[in-house]
């Protein structure tokens, strides 16, 4: 079946500094894109969001980009901050068996060094 | 301000014995969904409802059951829980089905079965 990962389990990098964090997709049909941030012991948290009809999308410090041709979406943090530790899920918009359902992909475990 | 509210945080059963999750949300939205997470993993759809109309994925084990008696709270129900059920459980709120629409997820009720 078609889904969502992610190249990277884990990622660490030095407070200050920015961060990337990949998801590839397989489904082409699919329509928009979430990455949610999930801190210890609570529940996923919306961070940005981004329609397949764009390719960036700029909030607080973090960007996204879709890269349709290759089925990629990255969050880019910059200036990371102890409070960016968390894992980050990217979760895509599909249609599967006639229903709209969000599937989340693998999940990626971003800690921040001081 | 809490928009989706999960209670208990924390529960622990016996194997076996009935046991009841609630949520509540505070932003009138139709749907609203159940999700399982395991330790170390994407959360994984159980059901939702888009108002009273309930959608069970097939992959959900009888043993889980919903009940949506208004807008505003949806409990699941675990008939006889079993050791494998021991995971974070997740509610999610949506304005409407479809692409578009960010999911607001609670902060999760970690089960536990002795």
């Known amino acids: 079946g078609e889904s969502v990962g992610l190249h990277l389990p884990t990622l660490s990098v030095q407070e200050g500094d920015n961060s990337i964090i990949n998801c590839a997709y397989s489904?082409?049909?699919?329509?928009?894109f979430i990455w949610y941030k999930q801190e210890s012991g609570k529940g996923p948290q919306f961070i940005i969001d981004?329609?397949?009809?764009?390719d960036k999308r700029q909030g607080q410090r973090v960007t996204v980009l879709l890269n349709k041709t290759v089925k990629h979406l990255s969050l880019q943090i910059a200036a990371t901050q102890p409070g960016d530790s968390a894992v980050y899920f990217c979760?895509?918009?599909?249609?599967?068996?006639?229903?709209?359902?969000?599937?989340f992909g693998q999940g990626t475990r971003l800690t921040i060094n001081p | 301000d809490a928009m989706v509210i999960q209670n208990p945080r924390y529960q622990v059963t016996q194997f076996g014995k009935p046991v009841t999750l609630s949520c509540s949300q505070t932003l009138n939205h139709n749907v609203m969904y159940w999700y399982q997470q395991k330790s170390s993993q994407a959360p994984k759809l159980l059901f939702h409802y888009y108002d009273k109309d309930f959608n069970n994925e097939a992959d959900t084990p009888d043993n889980f059951q919903s009940r949506r008696p208004n807008t505003s709270f949806c409990f699941l129900d675990i008939r006889s829980p079993g050791l494998g059920d021991a995971a974070m459980y997740l509610c999610?709120?949506?304005?409407?089905?479809?692409?578009?629409?960010?999911?607001?997820f609670g902060d999760g009720t970690r089960l536990s079965i002795l």
């Open positions: 999610a709120t949506s304005l409407r089905l479809g692409g578009g629409q960010p999911q607001h």
């Open positions: 979760a895509e918009n599909m249609a599967v068996q006639g229903a709209q359902k969000l599937v």
């Open positions: 981004i329609r397949s009809n764009m």
């Open positions: 489904n082409s049909a699919s329509d928009y």
